[in-house]
């Protein structure tokens, strides 16, 4: 049986999603109940890795298990046997060739700043960025606005050592370039959050963090909003801002 | 020059309030940062514990140190000295005989019940009882009613065999013995949220925990809420209901 789990796990305790020896991951976390549900030993996938302290509201992941068990019982008992720091939102049996990365269309993300120097509560503080600058709105806005549409974004991907090591390990369905597509984006105030969210057909490593922070660049008054497009045809990490924390991060709808 | 400090933090990470070796605890922890900051070790006065787990949105703290610093110098320092789970809210010069605990005349706890068995976010489950139980909100408020006033509130102390040692070792101006008054003790519904707050001249070791597990076996038609003056009058810890988890509770305020 070919199972589809939705998830949402708070990244705080977690070193990431990807099983690593010896240390906390959601992956790892969740393969563990699965064994300790049905005996068996499967490796999750999940809809794309989430890096430490990063949380998710709704991340997908697929694995198959030979044991016959239904979708209710399977719930009940992943939510038995998982840490309180994850739960099993829903399950679904779904066709063998359905892979929550592969089979991916779209992918939302949410950023959230507590902006400004007031004190930053502990029960929020793994939950945001606490960002001392004073941020326009306005400016975040025009700045976010720059990215919609089809890009490359290299200048907004991590500088990672590991990451054409990734992609030759890790067939995917996107084009192995920087090219993707961004459907929205744009901020919002709530409370005394202000909030970013962003669709596209897929994300490279930290782009959500690098745009972050170069909109904070550009909101903070360090860049105008208006050198979004220079920065975008720089194709180079270096013409960007900093990345934003990890914190602030979640994984909000993975859509297929 | 003595200080009061106002701190908020998150339970969830320490063993509570009480320095112990080896262990991460608040009053370390806070213990460390004035080192760092004044070269002094003193170990700062809470108005109380906090059990492992437990939250303070207004916890007290007091100490004396030699060194000469202006209060909002001290009070940036101490923020940047601090993990992002404890915050100082305000420092505040006060004089050498004021005392976190022993001036203290009223605190006030909340604690706050996700009911049902709809599932708890990850985000938020350290800082509710995520109880399966639906619960009646008038029965709960009818059997807090029983509490108001001042009684002997042994049933809902914990059996604590360092109870003995802790009250001897302890000088208080509270009396040694079980007898407290409270002002104020309500249930309200927020959001999904039911919450209880609860104004007293003091509190027991667990007192609000074993107060809220009694209310909720009333709540779920376990006792009926008129036998709280039953459980009251018998002195007796076994009377009463289990301990609500650590995780519901927040310190909220501590009145001079």
Same mark, same amino acid.
């Given at each position: ?87 099993? %939102?829903?399950?679904?049996? =779904?066709?063998?060739?359905? #892979?929550?990365?592969?089979?991916? *269309?779209?992918?939302?993300?949410? +950023? !959230? ?60 369905? %996107?084009?192995?370039?920087? =090219?993707?597509?961004?459907? #929205?984006?744009?901020?919002?105030? *709530?409370?005394?959050?202000?909030? +970013? !969210? ?59």
């Amino acid at each position: 049986m070919h199972w589809k789990l939705t998830l949402t796990y708070d990244g705080t305790p977690f070193n990431g999603w990807q099983i690593q020896p010896n240390l906390p991951t959601v992956q790892g976390t969740l393969a563990n109940a699965i064994h300790h549900i049905t005996g068996e030993s499967v490796l999750p996938q999940g809809s794309g890795r989430t890096d430490a302290g990063v949380h998710a509201l709704a991340q997908v992941a697929t694995f198959s298990i030979t044991v016959s068990i239904p979708a209710p019982n399977l719930h009940r008992a992943l939510n038995r046997a998982l840490p309180t720091s994850i739960r099993v %939102l829903s399950v679904e049996a =779904v066709p063998e060739d359905f #892979h929550a990365r592969h089979s991916a *269309q779209r992918k939302t993300y949410e +950023y !959230r700043i507590l902006p400004g120097d007031r004190i930053c509560s502990p029960m929020l503080a793994p939950y945001v960025w606490p960002c001392r600058f004073s941020l326009d709105l306005k400016v975040l806005q025009q700045a976010a606005t720059h990215v919609l549409g089809t890009h490359d974004f290299s200048s907004f991907a991590a500088n990672d050592p590991d990451q054409a090591a990734r992609n030759a390990s890790e067939p995917t369905d %996107l084009p192995i370039d920087n =090219v993707r597509t961004i459907y #929205h984006s744009a901020w919002h105030e *709530q409370q005394d959050l202000l909030i +970013y !969210r962003v669709t596209g057909s897929g994300f490279l490593h930290h782009m959500v963090r690098n745009l972050v922070g170069t909109f904070v660049e550009a909101a903070s008054n360090r860049i105008s909003p208006d050198e979004i497009p220079t920065i975008l045809a720089a194709h180079n990490r270096s013409a960007a801002g900093p990345t934003a924390p990890a914190s602030g991060l979640f994984l909000v709808e993975v859509e297929y």
